[in-house]
C-alpha cells in the first residue's frame, strides 16, 4: 500500500523531472495511479505539465492510466501533454485508449447574440 509520504517523493520526482528517483519510488512498490486524498494529483500529469517527457513515458511504460484526471490541475493527462507540447506523449496516450476533450460548448440564445452584435464577433 502507497503511503503519503511515498507518493509525495515520487509525485515531486515526477514535477522536477528525475526519472531515476521516479523508477525507484516505482521498484519500491509505490502505485504509478496512487493520487492522495489531499492533493488529488497524479504523478503522470504533473510530469506532463512540468515538459517532462521521459517521466511520462516511464510512468505509461509502467502502467499509468492514461485517462486518469488530477483534481488538482483540474485535467486529464492528454491536456496536460498538449499544454506543455509534449506531442509525443500525446500520441502514445491516445494509443493507450485517451481521448481529447470535446471544446467547451458555446452558448446560445438572444444575449449570445446580443453580445456578439455589439463585440462585433
Given at each position: 500500500m502507497t503511503t503519503g509520504a511515498e507518493w509525495k517523493d515520487m509525485f515531486h520526482a515526477a514535477r522536477d523531472g528525475d526519472v531515476e528517483m521516479v523508477r525507484f519510488q516505482l521498484d519500491a512498490g509505490v502505485d504509478?495511479?496512487?493520487a492522495h486524498p489531499e492533493?488529488?494529483?497524479?504523478?503522470l500529469v504533473e510530469?506532463?505539465?512540468?515538459?517532462?517527457?521521459?517521466?511520462?513515458?516511464l510512468l505509461l511504460d509502467r502502467g499509468a492510466d492514461p485517462t486518469l484526471a488530477s483534481d488538482m490541475e483540474e485535467c486529464t493527462p492528454i491536456e496536460?501533454?498538449?499544454?506543455?507540447?509534449l506531442d509525443d506523449v500525446v500520441l502514445r496516450l491516445r494509443s493507450l485508449g485517451a481521448q481529447e476533450p470535446p471544446p467547451p460548448a458555446k452558448p446560445r440564445g438572444p444575449v449570445v447574440r446580443w453580445l456578439s452584435r455589439i463585440s462585433g464577433r
Open positions: 504509478v495511479d496512487y492533493m488529488q494529483s497524479t504523478a510530469a506532463c505539465l512540468g515538459g517532462h517527457r521521459e517521466v511520462a513515458h496536460a501533454a498538449r499544454r506543455s507540447g
